[in-house]
């Protein structure tokens, strides 16, 4: 009943539940200062900071780029193979660091977890956030390579790119809820992680061919490949910055290769579609499994 006293009081929440990442929207300027924060405290004390966003993925190009294109020769096979390989290391770079520290968000700021009540999805979320910014300078080199190549941009190939980028994120964010709650509990769970990104960028198109996995795998093993989310993310990126810029000699060059087979995969925009609703499907599940475990997270931290 609402009387004279109670009108124009906020509504009372009952202390240690929140509305999960409903609430993140809300509390937007306390994800701002977690982000900013998050940035200082990796940078604390390092002389290049952001500049380590292009020396480690440049680093990490070279190494796959002399070990794969050049002496494994798949710069023969593979047209314009610097784009093509660069495009598949930004997008799995954005997801491991996304979703490696959405797993040890929670552990890390278990101080102010303790101390304050604050939406817990806000750690997962701001470490998104962080991934994205280191994000940025290298998609940046991939569009100048990409225009260095030819790369005249049209909308679908514009759109391609909005997808994969919306897979790994909702990818990313799910799985870094699920497993950043286990950890919570089971310190294990950021080991298990590590496996998982170490074998992410040879379960995806990152540096070799898709036909390559056609042409010597069962076709069971293939459509469970295909079923990867990050297998689609990593196809959409080749469409959006790779594909574009070949010219018909690199296309006629890479038929040949693999004896007629499309420089695609069929049904890419199907295979994307279905990898965004399976991504939207464990972010749900990873909200579920973090509400349930949420109420113990200060007291087990």
């Avoid at 050049?70 to 047209?79: G, S």
Wanted: with cysteine; glycine share 6%; proline share 5%.
């Amino acid at each position: 009943m609402t009387t004279p006293a109670t009108v124009g009081r906020p509504e009372l929440k009952i202390p240690g539940h929140s509305k999960g990442l409903l609430d993140v929207f809300h509390d937007r300027f306390l994800l701002r200062l977690i982000v900013r924060k998050e940035l200082r405290v990796r940078y604390r004390g390092s002389i290049l900071g952001m500049v380590w966003s292009y020396v480690k993925p440049l680093t990490q190009f070279l190494v796959f780029f002399f070990a794969m294109g050049v002496f494994l020769k798949l710069r023969e096979t593979i047209p314009d193979y610097v784009v093509y390989l660069f495009a598949g290391i930004v997008t799995i770079n954005y997801f491991s660091e996304a979703f490696g520290n959405a797993t040890r968000c929670l552990v890390w700021n278990a101080p102010l977890i303790n101390k304050i009540f604050l939406p817990r999805e806000l750690f997962p979320v701001a470490s998104l956030w962080v991934a994205i910014i280191h994000f940025l300078p290298q998609f940046i080199v991939l569009l100048l390579a990409a225009l260095i190549s030819g790369w005249r941009p049209s909308f679908t190939e514009l759109l391609a790119g909005v997808l994969g980028f919306a897979i790994v994120s909702i990818l990313a964010l799910g799985l870094g809820l699920i497993f950043g709650a286990i950890n919570v509990f089971y310190r294990d769970a950021e080991n298990f992680v590590d496996l998982i990104l170490m074998v992410a960028t040879w379960c995806s198109p990152v540096l070799y061919s898709w036909q390559m996995v056609f042409t010597s795998t069962p076709r069971w093993l293939w459509y469970i490949y295909q079923a990867n989310p990050l297998t689609a993310a990593v196809e959409l990126f080749h469409h959006a910055f790779w594909y574009g810029a070949l010219n018909e000699a690199e296309v006629a060059t890479a038929l040949a290769a693999y004896d007629g087979l499309p420089i695609q995969p069929n049904h890419l925009w199907t295979v994307g579609l279905i990898a965004l609703l399976v991504s939207c499907g464990i972010l749900a599940i990873g909200q579920l499994v973090f509400r349930r475990l949420e109420g113990r997270f200060a007291q087990e931290l």
